[in-house]
């Protein structure tokens, strides 16, 4: 028997569209056509449709429905109560109602097939029965369940329980409502609460289904009107709707409830509660709040409450309120498990934080449901709920206050603990809950916390019971304030937070992002959120308030309108601009519009600044409930700009403000510096001017700069200014009609210089500011560039106000230092910049004073000083040691001077005793590193003792030498045995030495012991005193014994030095950079005292001793059998360590030898000797698991071998060669050794032994260019081979320096070496002897300089330019050869000519400085001839800077060995004319991207063919002209034609006759461009009528006659040419060339016309007044200056770092522009030429606009009379407070408009520019996404200028064209249809061309169009009709133009 669910689902089955049809009901034509015919008639509803039909399908059957009797709910708790399956709870609800099990079965399949399988399948067939086949396989079903199936069972059962019969009312039926409730309670919400998979529209279906089978008519239920026979009992009502309220809010609690899924592993508390995912979690709060909203709308259950007999809506008020508290408190804090457990950790909880999806049932459904149910109270006058109401509304301010105030200490349960994600989540709660409440409780007394006061002091706000209204609570303003900030520093940035994304003058935090594109990322934009929200409560609010304030004050119109209430009148009327203005700033990113906005800006900084009348004073009683606007308000205002996600707004906001077009007085002479001629600032107007009605300002002042806050300076201006370094600080604005180039970082230096100088007058805000500055936080996240800007101009600001003194607590210092000490300590910021914060750092330090007479710590003086150490590479006083020592010292000195001493000597003293930084952990054998802080401690005494020894009569060194002297007496002089010291005396004496060290860089110590070197009368330098020298004595005994000890490693005892060196694997590092430290002591000691005698003695005979000692071990090694014990290892090591440390003291070879014969023997011992040590190398010890010796100890010793034998040849290797009497073999063979040897040592030696590895070897190869003699040189290679290998060394050594400035120093040195001009000279000699000798010359080999150098460029390329640098000034010196070879002064250039003229045209890459060309950190070198560039020349142009200097120092032509004439000069100029010159095809008539590589080859070609000029002879002069007028006829920039021009005049000027024969037939050109004729008329200008023409003339007399009339004939023509240049100086030449040739062309019949011409020309009042300013121009051009090295550099450079000269044509349209406006002005009276001129001069500034600020009540609501912009309105949706799911959301763009299903395909552009314009397009017009080749082009700075922001509001997709084609095929297989825009041989015209809704809008490439292999999947081709001649659209305007037809044609469908 089929059941009743059986029937209805067949006939369900009916209103389906049909997908298939099964194999029997293809047997018959006559039921296919009917079901076809059915099919025809079906129509597709939506779910709510079919609601109502569902009801008719299941009246239909009911009669075959059994309709059971219901059972109290109690009785099924135990059922409903057991809630972890859903199939218990669905088969539950069934049972209830259907009895048949088959039934049961069907219905179960259907409720849960949505919930088991998404695709809806069942295990259930139509009959209920499972089929199986038989395998006893399962069937697969005849159709698919669907929701419409789900819906169809919902609405049946809910018929069934309507129809059902309670036991205790057998004979009457029960209430709707109630009936209502029941079926809520057992149906509805149960299967709603665990059907995860039911989407959004089947749920509303289900609920629209359960309420509307309430309101089905019929006797049995009454509506509410009291008919019919119904049970009305108000407490089973009570009780029904209680079941149904706990069951909703019970489980939604629980729900809310689930942990985090690591925390619920974790915790006991609720072991059986399981985690649920955010979406179901959501669905379920949305779901419950629903059913509650529909609940309070039921008419039926507000009955019984009305006759007082119930509390139906009440207790469903109630329920929302309580579900609103538990929602907002499981977003905020944490779970506490089980509250009876007080032990109970909290427990985070899925949706703690989650506010973004989480507030919307509150926002939505619930808080407005509450709302609106108190105003319809309100509207009936009834008002007993009102006392509940406002208790509710005051516990969820209470519960806001919580979250907002963050000076609050109490919570609301101690028991709560805050979410992590609170500092997001709780700004985002609250202001969701003001954005609906702030209109509502606008004026209801709220509670206030005790803690807080009132927002103004001065008002006495009304209070009821201790509450006060909401807009006079503190807290809410502090609030919105903050809200408003958030995403830009906020004013509290200052307080330790991290001023959100400024590590490192990082990405901004407050970039755009379309609120209606749901990434899954929860919160993702939170501070963006919350100010939109928070600008939307202050409309509200002053909205609210304007209202009521019109309510409390009578009519603003009326006659007794106080003064006080006009003034609160304006200051709404303010609020309203700030609110308007913000909005628009929120949301407006293009340029021209927000420049709208400054005007109201201004107003708002004068209000700021306004004195606001009391009410006090007038008596009144009007309230002044808003506050007056002030700076932070204003400051967040500015910060929507200054933090704008655009680098052009960002610009735009910091450029108005510093020319005072913001608000901010600016300074005059910032603005007379940009020539912006702005009037009446930085001074008020007079007071009788700006007066309008009722005393109201006519115009608002902008504001004193002091206004701003510090904290806004800090966070936001700088911040904005820091974000744009990277990208660039020149701006391009329109300022008074004007377009011109400024440069942001000019204009910041002085605004800050004068904000820092109007906070002196207020000490707080100073001490703020400076602190600010001085902290961690703004050191370590602004650019080191931004930096040093901000602290010069704060510097600036106390020059001349030095009195002036901010108090820096002792805090801020340390906090300072730590800053900058951490910016040295990284080395992030460069040499020059890090000198620049550290001598500005001290001058800030020189102004302070310390709060209360305070005196700093001893250990914040030496942290301090500690920034400032003597570098070790400069050996010189630099400007900066000068600086900041003055400044530091002027610091101590504000302490006392007395206090200052005392503290040096103390300090010395206490460091060598180890009170002041007590001792490190000790070695028993002796050996003492010293640690950096010790060194660091110990640079910084000394210092400390330099600045308080100059504060009295004694030398400073009175204050170290105590101290030194402490610390040494317990160490033995040289030439004593050495005394056993106890590790603390070690310690002593090594810190004794580290002052000694330290004195000596600061050069208080030497000499003669004091600092100065005392001379004899002979000039020679007397020793120290014996004092002095035995304590150096001690201290270089002491020393070497370390370098003893640190050599060998300690290796008896490692597992000691183990703890004090690290761990093994950095002991060899940690060694090797003590070695170093202690040399290095030895060589300061050896430069301070080089007079000391009894060191020299001692040393002599220990370095000899050291040499037999060291060789005799390696003679026995060598005699034995190579194996090497420890002993003889140790002593090898300490013995080659000694010879190193005693000849960096001074020890010298044969420095005892008495004799002439002595001295010979002992020079060819020297090179015995060095030999040796060269041949020396550290023999291994046996490590085997018996030595006592570690392998990490024999390779720390191999190295320090390595560093120590070439440190000991560094000194030997100049020794041998000084005395040298040896054979030139015997030295050329040791020079060998030392080249091999060097080579075969770098990878060998650590990183500390190279630069003494390269000097051996440069000291080597000096010496060896002497040792072949001339004809050596030329009967072979071998010394180009010896210089080859020299080179190998040398280029070894460098590749192998990890230290830049060391790097940059061999680099230095190595180009001197090797580009000196006797060695060039001696390669090409070289090279021209093999060529005439008839052998190619082998380049590698013969040519081994010519190699080094384009090597050295080929690895400076264009980022390194530091490396061209040096070889350029070496290399340009050598190729002029030597001055005793003047006659061939150039000749060394040949061989590079090709080089020479390809670098003529190089650029090198505008590069960060590092520290690779740190030029104050690389060591001077000053050997060697080089040349110096000239002053101008850009970072771009160093390489062709050198060789224009090269150029320049060449002879003239005619002084010119021939040779270089022809090979080198004649080859540049016509390698330059063919390869860079000449037009090419492609780009012959196009204009040339300026900063394009083409365009700065040009630019730079031309300017080098202007330095060969002279070198263009006769032989070359016609060839090279032609060249230049062809290359004159491409269309190219006026830069480049300005050099075009200044070559041809200066080759025309060497060779006129043969240029005047050129010019005559290039002037007589019909088919030339402007461009090419007005170049001719400039250069036949200068030559012909300019300062030139005298000469030039003169040099062509002799074809005078013939020349000068056809140049006169191609002149006459181009006197009536449309271009006023060209046809000014047409009349200047024929004026100048008429009367020379009037003799000779008198015979001619031309003599009357030409006549004529000349006397019209020579009389005309306007000619005369243009032919002087054009002579006067002609005279005064220089191209001689322009010609030369000086002059071409001089010119202003552009954006791209090219010359950018004034061009001639330019300069000519101005005089033409003078002379017309003299003539305009000459013959009009004198008032109509002031007017002119007022007219020309007139500012567009909008601050200058004259407005009455004096405002009626009723213009406060007219948005036109109070801004003078375009509102911006804030879209609500933008809030995040409604409930539009996300399917619904990616519908709608970013304005709220539903999305058109167009997609636009860009895939095949190429250009940037037009992919933008698309973009924008495509977003204007809502299109659904548009398709680019490259998602990254959306970052690029054009594609931004042009797209405004679109790339933010529109899906941007990437699709590149190789993948183009499968992605169309797989629209197409969507539904998709593809038009391609397309001219083909069936394209339609695109106004006939239907378009469907799902359409593709192709587009094609730039030129080429669409591809054929895309036109094959195109449906449709269209065109756009044309009536032009041109034949084609840009790809823009074509998808413009398509696009807009598409949306056209959509609107008319809709329509």
Known sequence: MTSSMQKLLELSALLKPRKSCNAASTTSAALKAAEQQAEDLRISLSLKQLIQVHESLISSVQGNITFPVMVDAEEEQEVSAERSSANVVVESIVKRYVKDPNEIQLCCDILLCSTRNSNGNSNGNSNGNTNSNSNGESESPKYEYDSQDVLLVVQYLLTIAKRSKRESHDDIPINAALTLLVRLTNITVPLLLISPHYDVLLRDAIMDASFVANDTSGNDYDHGNGNGNTTDDPELMEKELNQCLALIYSSTVQILSSPMPSSAAKTNAESNSSSHSLTWINTIVTTSSTIMTRLLSMPALHKTQNEGKGKCKEMILACMHKLIMAILNAICYYSTGNMEQREALPVPLVVNGKTTVLMRPITALLLPALLEEHDKDEQKGGHGNSLVFHQRMDQLWQFICNLIDSNSERSIDANKRKCRSWEQAAPSVASALLCILAGKIHSLPLSVPSHRLSIDPNL??????????????????????????????????????????????????????????????????????????????????????????????????????????????????????????????????????????????????????????????????????????????????????????????????????????????????????????????????????????????????????????????????????????????????????????????????????????????????????????????????????????????????????????????????????????????????????????????????????????????????????????????????????????????????????????????????????????????????????????????????????????????????????????????????????????????????????????????????????????????????LPPSIAIEMLLSRAVNFTLEQLRLVSICNYDEHNLVADACGGRSTKSGEFANHFAILINQLMVLKKSYPSSVIMRQSLNQLLQSSLDAVLEVQYTLDRGDGNCSVNDAVKMMKSMAIIYGVLTVGAELGANTDTVEEEKEEANDSITMCTAVLALHFRKPDTSANSKVATWQVKAMTSLFEHSRWGALMHLIPMAYKNASASSLKLREFHNQVIKNAIDSVNACPSNALPALFEATVSSARESFDMFTDEEKSASNTYAKNIGRIIEALFAIMRDTSRNPVRAFMLNVTCSLLFQPRLVSEEFSSLQRIKKSGRRPNMKVDAPILQAFRKLMADAGVSKPHISKYVMSYISV??????????????????????????????????????????????SYDEGDY??????????????????????????????????????????????????????????????????????????????????????????????????????????????????????????????????????????????????????????????????????????????????????????????????????????????????????????????????????????????????????????????????????????????????????????????????????????????????????????????????????????????????????????????????????????????????????????????TNLAGLTRTAEIFAAEKIMVPDAKVKKMDNFKAISVGAEEWVDIEECKEADLLPWLKARKSEG????????????????????????????????????????????????????????????????????????????????
């Open 460 to 1021: 006495d706000p009304p209070q009821q019971e201790g509450k006060v209204a909401m807009i006079h609570h503190l807290t809410f303003w502090e609030f919105i304030q903050s809200s408003l900030h958030s995403g830009g520093g906020g004013v509290g940035a200052l307080n330790g937070s991290d001023a959100k994304g400024m590590k490192g003058g990082g990405g901004f935090s407050s970039k755009l992002v379309n609120p209606y594109q749901d990434d899954g990322s929860e919160d993702s934009d939170v501070d963006q959120l919350v100010r939109r929200r928070a600008i939307h409560i202050l409309s509200c609010v002053i909205d609210t308030e304007y209202d009521n304030a019109k309510v409390r004050n009578g009519s603003p119109s009326s006659k007794g309108q106080s003064d006080l209430w006009r003034v609160y009148n304006q200051r709404i009327a303010i609020w309203k601009k700030y609110i308007m203005c913000f909005e628009a700033l929120e949301m407006e990113v293009e340029v021209h519009l927000v420049d709208q906005v400054w005007s109201t800006v201004v107003e708002l900084c004068d209000a700021c600044v306004s004195k606001v009348v009391d009410g006090a004073e007038t008596g009144d009683n009007v309230q002044l409930s808003l506050p007056q606007i002030t700076w932070d308000w204003v400051g967040a205002l500015f910060a929507r700009v200054l933090l704008s996600n655009s680098p052009t707004l960002r610009k735009l906001g910091l450029f108005r403000l510093f020319l005072g077009s913001a608000g901010i007085k600016a300074d005059e002479g910032a603005l007379e510096s940009a020539k912006l001629g702005v009037k009446n600032q930085g001074g008020g107007p007079k007071k009788d001017k700006n007066k309008g009605k009722n005393g109201s300002k006519l115009k608002p002042e902008p504001a004193p700069i002091s206004i701003i806050s510090p904290e806004f300076m800090l966070f936001c201006l700088i911040r904005s200014f820091d974000s744009l370094v990277s990208v660039g600080t020149g701006v391009n604005f329109e300022v008074n009609g004007k377009t011109a180039s400024h440069d942001l970082a000019k204009l910041m230096s002085p605004f800050l210089t004068r904000y820092t100088r109007a906070l002196f007058d207020d000490e707080e805000r100073l001490q703020c500011f400076m602190e600010g500055i001085l902290s961690e936080t703004f050191i370590g996240g602004t650019r080191a560039r931004t930096l040093v800007l901000v602290l010069n101009s704060i510097v600036e600001a106390w020059n001349g106000q030095e009195s002036t003194r901010v108090h820096l607590s002792i805090d801020c210092i340390q906090k300072g230092v730590a800053a900058f000490q951490l910016l040295c300590d990284t080395g992030s910021v460069v040499f020059d910049y890090r000198q620049s914060l550290l001598l500005d750092f001290a001058r800030i330090l020189s102004f302070s004073v310390l709060p209360d007479g305070k005196k700093p710590d001893p250990t914040l003086i030496l942290k301090t000083l500690a920034l400032y150490p003597v570098s070790e590479e400069v050996s010189e006083i630099t400007k900066f040691d000068t600086n900041s020592n003055c400044a530091l010292n002027s610091w101590l000195t504000s302490f006392g001077k007395a206090w200052s001493i005392n503290l040096a000597a103390a300090c010395a003293t206490s460091f060598v005793s180890g009170d002041l930084l007590s001792y490190g952990e000790g070695d028993e054998n002796g050996l003492v590193v010293t640690s950096n802080l010790e060194r660091q401690r110990g640079a910084a005494i000394a210092k400390l003792c330099v600045f308080s020894g100059s504060l009295q009569s004694n030398s400073p060194s009175a204050l170290l030498w105590p101290a030194i002297n402490k610390g040494l007496s317990r160490s033995a002089p040289l030439g004593q045995s050495s005394i056993a010291l106890t590790t603390d005396m070690g310690q002593r004496v090594a810190r004794a030495i580290i002052l000694l060290e330290n004195g000596c860089k600061e050069r208080v110590l030497g000499g003669v012991g004091h600092g100065d070197l005392v001379l004899d009368k002979d000039g020679n330098m």
């Open 1374 to 1419: 050598g190729w002029l050869g030597s001055d005793s070879d003047k006659g061939n002064v150039g000749m060394n250039a040949i061989p590079y000519r090709l080089d020479i003229a390809k670098l003529l045209i190089h650029k090198e890459e505008k590069v960060e400085k590092s520290a690779a060309h740190q030029e104050g950190l690389v060591k």
């Open 1427 to 1808: 040349a110096i560039l000239p002053a101008g020349v850009s970072q771009s142009s160093v390489v062709r800077g050198f060789l224009i200097v090269f150029i320049s120092k060449l002879p003239d032509a005619d002084d010119m060995n021939k040779e270089v004439l022809t090979k080198l000069c004649h080859y540049l100029i016509l390698w330059l004319l063919d390869n860079m010159c000449l037009p090419l095809e492609r780009t012959a008539n196009q204009l040339l991207t300026t900063g394009s590589t083409e365009y700065v080859h040009k630019i730079r070609a031309w300017q080098a063919l202007c330095m060969l000029h002279r070198f263009v002879t006769p032989e070359i002069a016609t060839e090279v002209l032609k060249k230049v007028f062809d290359g004159m006829g491409q269309l190219l920039h006026g830069q480049i034609r300005y050099w075009i021009e200044v070559f041809t005049i200066q080759i025309s000027r060497r060779n006129p006759t043969i240029f005047v024969n050129i010019f005559k037939n290039e002037i007589k050109r019909c088919d030339i461009t402007q461009q090419h004729m007005s170049s001719l008329m400039i250069i036949g200008g200068n030559l012909f009528a300019g300062k030139y023409s005298d000469v030039f003339l003169k040099d062509i007399t002799d074809n005078n006659a013939i020349i000068l009339r056809d140049i006169i004939a191609g002149s006459v023509p181009w006197l009536s040419s449309t271009q006023g240049f060209c046809r000014a100086i047409a009349q200047l030449l024929v004026h100048k060339l008429i009367p020379i040739a009037n003799d000779t062309m008198i015979q001619s019949n031309d003599t009357f016309f030409l006549e004529t011409i000349a006397q019209f020309l020579d009389s005309n009042p306007e000619m005369i007044r243009l032919r002087k300013k054009q002579s006067a121009f002609f005279e005064e051009y220089d191209v001689d200056a322009a010609c030369s090295p000086e002059g071409m550099f001089s010119y202003a450079l552009d954006d791209g770092d090219e010359s950018d000269p004034p061009h001639l044509v330019d300069i000519l349209k101005r005089c033409l522009v003078d002379v017309y406006k003299e003539f305009k002005t000459s013959e009009i009276p004198e008032w109509k030429q002031l007017e002119f001129e007022m007219a020309t001069l007139s500012l567009q500034e909008p601050a200058d606009v004259e407005m009455d600020l004096s405002l009626d009540a009723d213009d406060v609501n007219d948005e036109e009379k109070l801004v003078n912009f375009q509102r911006k309105i804030l879209p609500i949706d933008t809030l995040n407070l409604t409930l539009e799911n996300q399917r619904q959301a990616s519908l709608r763009n970013a304005a709220g408009r539903t999305r058109q299903s167009l997609i636009v395909c860009a895939s095949l552009i190429e250009k940037v």
């Open 1872 to 1951: 998709y249809s593809i038009i391609g825009i397309e001219q083909t041989s069936s394209s339609k015209c695109l106004s006939k061309v239907q378009f469907e809704e799902k359409s593709i809008l192709l587009l094609g490439k730039e030129k080429e169009g669409i591809p054929v292999e895309f036109l094959q999947v195109v449906d449709k081709c269209v065109e756009i009709p044309q009536l032009g001649l041109i034949r084609s659209l840009n790809v823009h305007v074509s998808g413009a133009i398509s696009i807009w037809e598409y949306t056209k044609q959509m609107m008319a469908q809709q329509n």
